[in-house]
């Protein structure tokens, strides 16, 4: 199983970020995607997750009406779109799949805020 994230993204306050997550390794459709994010100094925080199989979506409440998933499953990418982006989104974010007893992480994009 493997998991790429895609580069670093650096954003003004206001704007939208979108970030890709490259399943390879397993079936794409059988396991959910999660997409979790850390902060500088903070914990990991869970945003939510996708099941690709049918782009059914759980958003965390602190994240509706901002965020975004979606799948392809002819490319096997997840996506997370994070709109209205303010400098506390400054942080990394990992896609996770769990299958089978262990969870596989993306390697993590770093979205800085910034003006």
């Known amino acids: 199983v493997q998991l790429v994230q895609s580069g670093a993204e650096l954003r003004n306050p206001g704007a939208s970020v979108k970030v890709s997550c490259k399943a390879s390794?397993?079936?794409?459709?059988?396991?959910?995607i999660d997409w979790v994010r850390q902060a500088p100094g903070q914990g990991l925080e869970w945003m939510g997750r996708?099941?690709?199989?049918?782009?059914?979506?759980k958003y965390a409440q602190k994240f509706q009406g901002r965020v975004t998933f979606t799948a392809d499953t002819s490319t096997t990418t997840a996506y997370v779109e994070l709109s209205s982006l303010r400098s506390e989104d400054t942080a990394v974010y990992y896609c996770?799949?769990?299958?089978?007893?262990?969870?596989?992480w993306g390697q993590g994009t770093q979205v800085t805020v910034s003006s």
């Open positions: 390794g397993y079936t794409f459709t059988s396991y959910y």
């Open positions: 996708i099941d690709p199989v049918d782009g059914h979506t």
């Open positions: 996770n799949t769990y299958k089978l007893g262990k969870n596989y």
